[in-house]
């Protein structure tokens, strides 16, 4: 392999040391990845006080490739003058220099370096990131994104972030995004771009998966299905009644729609070569289509079009959540053996490399929740996919975030016990992301207060830090967060931040464990709000609907259930179950100790100022949550009993919960813009331009809190 000496100055970045020490890297500078891992590690050594040299340095850095390492894998091997970083693959070596840069953070010297090794738990490591051009819901609050995820800047801080937290592919999905990558050859009307714009858009997404090749990281375009551009469909006269792109609309499989579709795929990979692979989803746009009808579509258009590329290509298949021809129909035993026919089809063929990945939510829109699995998107799972245990394939969950999107979030225990839980090894990896957020502009913070987060997912360092490390290696220490801390905040607040971080994140958890849900806005766990069944419109979850609705989580008790069957030990609960009263325990206990472990927390910079407000705010919705519960259980009491004592109980149990809301406005209002979410601007049923001006704040709800005791006092 060619070696040769990697020379970089940055005379801005250089520290002044007294006795610097000198570098040489050694790699192959035909490789990309080593190029960018390189320049990573030669920035940091910068930083820290050393020189690179091309020769007579100090300390040489050596990269090498081991293939029986295994893909990703790296071990470090410090011989003194001498560091030799083993790669199983490119992106391992990449893993190798960023963990002596972590080291460096952390102030270890080159010297001081230990030797190890990491390899790769899963080998699938996605964010799911939806575009916000012809994005899946159409609402004010993607479109505000536009501009931002036009940004080669953006990009390239976000796949930074992904390579250091050690995620590995990239999915980005719209509806229908050929007309931004490509203009059809043989259907020129499809692109409504002038060829100015065409080459803008080009640019942008060579770039984007340029850069994310470099980073080791794989990129995939998901595609909904069956969408075409306006221009075409009146042109052709056909899809006339999706002009808007509603996502739950009949099929139109004219064939030239299929033809358009199998040819935009070859010319997408075509054009191109380092996008990794394609996605397909089999519900939207296909009403009216059984789930063979479905399958053998996309065998005739994604697969076909893959096919016919110039190339081999990667795939994922997400699993269908329609066992009938109802775009909303439920998952079926039949339906789940009609896709693993197709998915292990579609392993067997040339250009699709092994594995495919079947990509399933796990718990629907809401795994933020439990550990359990308790259902997928469309209901129950039947288990086809895994018995007998695929080959070819492997699993993929879903897990989305629909429950917070301004407040920081990182709970290491839930992530941890969630991998730990739901690995077996027909599991290949995990997508973490969202589909009504997008991680771009920071629309959140007050401009009146200045953070060093440029980007909105900065704002969620810990979110992406605990998933990301570890999906890559399940027993990642915890002294890696913390010291995560140590570098923004200091050494004197880690460890208490890190463990108030752990305790207060419970509150979105236990309150969807508690409250059962299955779509998007079903439940909006950092707003306390729903979607309403019978008005169909988002709403706070008032003391009644808390009362009776069935928790998502089997373990969990509902209050309603708990007041008429157990309260009175009618019956008694196996052991492993959660009452309505241990759930106030909990939460009473661990937001308690959250508030402690920040009370004494000096806010001496803004960035820190907004941790520890995040943690509170967390932590008293979680006192809400818990005189709320005990509030439901002596109003629910009073109703079976009719005992005035109860009334009066539960009205000061709500008025101590409003005492807790109260408090979460008083650190929220100053801090937080009123926020555009899709939740809110599609509510009503009506467009996000009709309902532009809606938004979201704690303090826009507090009439909400207050009639929770007026319902108490009738």
Same mark, same amino acid.
Request: proline share 4%; charged share 25%; hydrophobic share 35%.
């Given at each position: 392999?060619?070696?040769?000496?990697?020379?970089?100055?940055?005379?801005?970045?250089?520290?002044?040391?007294?006795?610097?020490?000198?570098?040489?890297?050694?790699?192959?500078?035909?490789?990309?990845?080593?190029?960018?891992?390189?320049?990573?590690?030669?920035?940091?050594?910068?930083?820290?006080?050393?020189?690179?040299?091309?020769?007579?340095?100090?300390?040489?850095?050596?990269?090498?490739?081991?293939?029986?390492?295994?893909?990703?894998?790296?071990?470090?091997?410090?011989?003194?003058?001498?560091?030799?970083?083993?790669?199983?693959?490119?992106?391992?070596?990449?893993?190798?220099?960023?963990?002596?840069?972590?080291?460096?953070?952390?102030?270890?010297?080159?010297?001081?370096?230990?030797?190890?090794?990491?390899?790769?738990?899963?080998?699938?490591?996605?964010?799911?990131?939806?575009?916000?051009?012809?994005?899946?819901?159409?609402? *004010?609050?993607?479109?505000?994104?536009?501009?931002?995820?036009?940004?080669?800047?953006?990009?390239?801080?976000?796949?930074?972030?992904?390579?250091?937290?050690?995620? $590995?592919?990239?999915?980005?999905?719209?509806?229908?995004? *050929?007309?931004?990558?490509?203009?059809?050859?043989?259907?020129?009307?499809?692109?409504?771009?002038?060829?100015?714009?065409?080459?803008?858009?080009?640019?942008?997404?060579?770039?984007?998966?340029?850069?994310?090749?470099?980073?080791?990281?794989?990129?995939?375009?998901?595609?909904?299905?069956?969408?075409?551009?306006?221009?075409?469909?009146?042109?052709?006269?056909?899809?006339?009644?999706?002009?808007?792109?509603?996502?739950?609309?009949?099929?139109?499989?004219?064939?030239?729609?299929?033809? *358009?579709?199998?040819?935009?795929?070859?010319?997408?990979? $075509?054009?191109?070569?380092?996008?990794?692979?394609?996605?397909?989803?089999?519900?939207?746009?296909?009403?009216?289509?059984?789930?063979?009808?479905?399958?053998?579509?996309?065998?005739?258009?994604?697969?076909?079009?893959?096919?016919?590329?110039?190339?081999?290509?990667?795939?994922?298949?997400?699993?269908?959540?329609?066992?009938?021809?109802?775009?909303?129909?439920?998952?079926?035993?039949?339906?789940?053996?009609?896709?693993?026919?197709?998915?292990?089809?579609?392993?067997?063929?040339?250009?699709?490399?092994?594995?495919?990945?079947?990509?399933?939510?796990?718990?629907?829109?809401?795994?933020?929740?439990?550990?359990?699995?308790?259902?997928?998107?469309?209901?129950?799972?039947?288990?086809?996919?895994?018995?007998?245990?695929?080959?070819?394939?492997?699993?993929?969950?879903?897990?989305?975030?629909?429950?917070?999107?301004?407040?920081?979030?990182?709970?290491?225990?839930?992530?941890?016990?969630?991998?730990?839980?739901?690995?077996?090894?027909?599991?290949?990896?995990?997508?973490?992301?969202?589909?009504?957020?997008?991680?771009?502009?920071?629309?959140?913070?007050?401009?009146?207060?200045?953070?060093?987060?440029?980007?909105?997912?900065?704002?969620?360092?810990?979110?992406?830090?605990?998933?990301?490390?570890?999906?890559?290696?399940?027993?990642?220490?915890?002294?890696?967060?913390?010291?995560?801390?140590?570098?923004?905040?200091?050494?004197?607040?880690?460890?208490?931040?890190?463990?108030?971080?752990?305790?207060?994140?419970?509150?979105?958890?236990?309150?969807?464990?508690?409250?059962?849900?299955?779509?998007?806005?079903?439940?909006?766990?950092?707003?306390?709000?729903?979607?309403?069944?019978?008005?169909?419109?988002?709403?706070?979850?008032?003391?009644?609907?808390?009362?009776?609705?069935?928790?998502?989580?089997?373990?969990?008790?509902?209050?309603?259930?708990?007041?008429?069957?157990?309260?009175?030990?009618?019956?008694?609960?196996?052991?492993?179950?959660?009452?309505?009263?241990?759930?106030?325990?909990?939460?009473?206990?661990?937001?308690?100790?959250?508030?402690?472990?920040?009370?004494?927390?000096?806010?001496? $910079?803004?960035?820190?100022?907004?941790?520890?407000?995040?943690?509170?705010?967390?932590?008293?919705?979680?006192? *809400?949550?818990?005189?709320?519960?005990?509030?439901?259980?002596?109003?629910?009491?009073?109703?079976?009993?009719?005992?005035?004592?109860?009334?009066?109980?539960?009205?000061?149990?709500?008025?101590?919960?409003?005492?807790?809301?109260?408090?979460?406005?008083?650190?929220?209002?100053?801090?937080?813009?009123?926020?555009?979410?899709?939740?809110?601007?599609?509510? $009503?049923?009506?467009?996000?331009?009709?309902?532009?001006?809606?938004?979201?704040?704690?303090?826009?709800?507090?009439?909400?809190?207050?009639?929770?005791?007026?319902?108490?006092?009738?």
């Amino acid at each position: 392999m060619k070696k040769i000496v990697f020379y970089l100055v940055l005379l801005l970045l250089t520290v002044s040391c007294a006795d610097t020490q000198s570098v040489q890297l050694n790699f192959d500078a035909a490789s990309l990845q080593q190029q960018y891992a390189t320049k990573k590690l030669s920035e940091s050594l910068l930083k820290n006080g050393y020189t690179i040299a091309d020769n007579n340095a100090t300390i040489t850095v050596e990269f090498k490739l081991d293939t029986t390492l295994g893909k990703e894998a790296y071990t470090i091997n410090n011989q003194g003058k001498n560091i030799v970083l083993t790669g199983g693959n490119e992106t391992g070596l990449i893993y190798a220099a960023q963990s002596i840069v972590e080291d460096l953070k952390n102030g270890i010297t080159l010297h001081a370096v230990e030797n190890r090794s990491e390899s790769p738990k899963l080998l699938f490591r996605a964010i799911k990131f939806d575009l916000p051009w012809d994005s899946y819901r159409h609402s *004010y609050a993607l479109s505000q994104h536009d501009e931002m995820c036009r940004d080669l800047e953006y990009w390239e801080a976000f796949l930074d972030m992904m390579s250091d937290n050690r995620f $590995n592919v990239l999915t980005v999905w719209n509806l229908h995004p *050929y007309p931004f990558m490509i203009k059809s050859k043989n259907f020129p009307e499809a692109s409504e771009w002038t060829d100015a714009e065409m080459k803008e858009w080009k640019h942008l997404f060579t770039s984007i998966f340029k850069m994310a090749k470099e980073r080791g990281i794989d990129t995939y375009v998901m595609p909904f299905n069956i969408f075409v551009p306006p221009s075409f469909a009146k042109k052709h006269g056909v899809a006339l009644n999706n002009l808007e792109h509603h996502h739950y609309v009949d099929a139109d499989t004219s064939q030239i729609i299929k033809t *358009y579709t199998r040819e935009s795929v070859t010319q997408l990979l $075509n054009e191109y070569p380092d996008l990794s692979g394609m996605g397909l989803t089999l519900g939207e746009g296909m009403g009216g289509m059984t789930p063979f009808e479905r399958e053998q579509w996309m065998q005739e258009t994604i697969i076909a079009g893959m096919q016919q590329a110039n190339r081999t290509s990667k795939l994922i298949h997400r699993i269908p959540f329609s066992g009938n021809t109802e775009s909303l129909g439920a998952t079926s035993m039949e339906m789940e053996q009609i896709t693993r026919d197709g998915i292990e089809k579609e392993a067997a063929m040339e250009k699709i490399e092994k594995p495919v990945w079947a990509s399933m939510k796990f718990n629907w829109s809401h795994p933020h929740s439990t550990t359990k699995l308790i259902k997928v998107h469309g209901g129950k799972l039947y288990g086809k996919y895994f018995d007998p245990v695929p080959q070819d394939f492997k699993i993929v969950w879903t897990v989305r975030n629909e429950d917070f999107f301004c407040l920081r979030w990182g709970v290491e225990k839930f992530a941890r016990a969630h991998i730990k839980a739901n690995t077996p090894d027909y599991v290949g990896g995990y997508f973490i992301g969202s589909e009504t957020y997008i991680p771009a502009k920071d629309y959140f913070t007050n401009p009146d207060y200045k953070i060093s987060a440029k980007y909105a997912f900065e704002r969620q360092w810990l979110f992406y830090k605990l998933w990301g490390r570890l999906l890559y290696n399940a027993d990642t220490p915890n002294t890696v967060f913390v010291n995560a801390f140590k570098q923004r905040y200091g050494e004197a607040h880690a460890e208490n931040l890190f463990k108030a971080s752990n305790l207060a994140g419970k509150t979105p958890l236990r309150l969807v464990s508690f409250f059962d849900s299955t779509w998007d806005f079903t439940i909006y766990a950092e707003g306390f709000t729903y979607r309403n069944p019978e008005t169909e419109n988002v709403e706070f979850i008032n003391i009644n609907r808390f009362i009776n609705q069935p928790p998502q989580d089997t373990t969990f008790v509902s209050i309603a259930n708990y007041i008429k069957n157990y309260a009175s030990k009618q019956q008694s609960l196996p052991e492993g179950y959660t009452t309505p009263v241990m759930l106030a325990s909990d939460l009473e206990r661990d937001s308690k100790e959250a508030l402690r472990l920040v009370e004494n927390i000096t806010e001496d $910079n803004t960035d820190l100022m907004y941790e520890v407000a995040d943690i509170k705010t967390w932590a008293y919705m979680g006192l *809400y949550m818990a005189e709320k519960i005990k509030g439901g259980l002596a109003l629910e009491t009073y109703r079976q009993s009719n005992d005035s004592k109860n009334k009066q109980l539960a009205m000061t149990h709500l008025e101590n919960a409003l005492g807790y809301w109260d408090k979460i406005i008083e650190i929220t209002r100053p801090i937080y813009n009123d926020m555009p979410l899709v939740h809110y601007s599609e509510n $009503n049923g009506k467009t996000w331009q009709e309902n532009d001006s809606l938004r979201f704040h704690w303090a826009l709800l507090r009439n909400d809190v207050l009639k929770d005791i007026e319902i108490a006092k009738q």
